[in-house]
């Protein structure tokens, strides 16, 4: 076997300049396991590469063969048998049976529906929080915002969205890239959250026009399991809030690292839905999507991917890519629209783009308008101990009433 070229796991805080180097070296490489239940992985680095392989059909969350022993050994682990039963793992055409009942839920019109409520949610938020001159951009703000919205989706009642928050936050190291196996605390986070949902379920305590309910309808005429509905709620639940949050996180901490952008932000020279746009490329919440794996040889760029070898796209690094987003490790709140990879392409596709957009663009317009003069707290602000995670555990700000 070939040495690793690549090994995620010593790259620190900072991974892009790394990112960069990789991708002038070619834009793949062999690498170190992203768990370890697999050998090794190939890793790609170039938007086009990245953009290609999530999109080659034949490269699968599960083919047969070889790599079925793998599949038994991951789903031992109970968060990990939720995300084999998810809309994210699955191929085709249980992929198409899951998607297709909620998708609608998360269109452009839907979500557009709920703006004027998200909104006024995060003004109200940031006006409370300037009698205290303080607030945590990510326990204040984004947590309860993107709870709203979700629990909106879903049509459940999320009484206290930090107490889930917990909970999530504990499953995400199950989903980590890892060396050894996961956490205990993972798998006992899932059983809460699964609990949650079970509950409600049992209640019937969700909105008939909700997101939940439609999988309920899906299970009453047979199209879906159970078992795929728990874990489908359970995963939004999760994937819904845990990638916004992270992005609000990242916002923050850009718009402090590049001032002149902010300036265009405080003199309204670029509109809140464009700046979200960009502040999402820059400040991607996932770094790396799920392995692949080859369900035959498949050529990427210059290099043979055999059968049931691993592929890691690093949408981090494609979202950096110069050869599309001219200038791509800076901060360029008036750069045109380009494909971005935060959301990844194809198949898998984030059903929650336009809820993350919209998201983002009412929390940063709420500081800017109803606490101008804001400012980061960098001494206080700490960064997410995780790799697949891009984020902020805490992003203290410090608001001016006077302003």
Excluded at 119 to 146: F, T
Excluded at 184 to 203: I, K, P, T
Excluded at 269 to 293: C, H, T
């Amino acid at each position: 076997m070939t040495a690793p070229h690549f090994d995620p796991f010593a790259l620190g805080d900072d991974p892009f300049p790394h990112f960069a180097r990789m991708r002038a070296a070619g834009g793949i490489a062999r690498g170190v396991a992203p768990y370890p239940e697999l050998a090794d992985a190939h890793y790609v680095f170039s938007h086009e590469l990245v953009s290609g392989a999530l999109k080659h059909p034949a490269l699968l969350q599960a083919p047969p063969g070889t790599y079925e022993e793998v599949r038994r050994k991951l789903v031992d682990h109970a968060p990990m048998a939720l995300l084999s039963r998810s809309v994210l793992l699955a191929d085709p055409p249980q992929h198409g049976a899951l998607r297709r009942p909620v998708a609608g839920f998360f269109s452009r019109p839907a979500i557009e529906a709920l703006t004027q409520g998200l909104r006024a949610l995060s003004h109200e938020l940031v006006e409370r929080a300037l009698a205290d001159g303080r607030v945590d951009a990510v326990a204040g703000l984004a947590v309860p915002v993107s709870f709203w919205l979700l629990q909106e989706i879903l049509g459940i009642e999320i009484e206290d969205p930090w107490a889930l928050k917990s909970v999530t936050r504990r499953m995400a190291s199950a989903f980590d890239l890892r060396r050894a196996q996961p956490p205990a605390a993972s798998a006992e986070a899932y059983r809460e959250c699964q609990a949650f949902v079970e509950e409600r379920l049992a209640r019937q305590a969700y909105r008939p026009d909700g997101m939940v309910a439609g999988m309920v309808r899906e299970v009453a005429q047979g199209r879906w399991s159970r078992g795929d509905m728990v874990a489908n709620i359970v995963f939004m639940l999760f994937a819904g809030q845990e990638t916004v949050v992270d992005a609000l996180g990242n916002a923050i901490v850009a718009l402090d690292r590049f001032p002149e952008q902010r300036a265009l932000l405080e003199r309204g020279a670029v509109d809140w839905s464009s700046a979200a746009a960009e502040l999402l490329r820059y400040g991607a919440s996932v770094q790396y999507a799920v392995a692949r794996i080859a369900a035959q040889d498949v050529d990427l760029g210059d290099v043979r991917i055999a059968a049931g070898e691993a592929v890691v796209p690093v949408l981090g690094s494609g979202n950096r890519d110069d050869a599309v987003f001219a200038d791509g490790d800076r901060l360029d709140l008036t750069r045109p629209p380009a494909m971005s990879m935060t959301f990844g392409t194809g198949l898998h596709v984030c059903l929650g783009q336009h809820v993350a957009r919209i998201e983002i663009a009412a929390m940063i317009e709420a500081l800017f308008t109803r606490a101008p003069g804001w400012r980061l707290d960098a001494a206080n602000a700490e960064r997410r101990a995780t790799m697949s995670f891009h984020g902020m555990a805490t992003a203290p700000l410090i608001l001016n009433p006077a302003a």
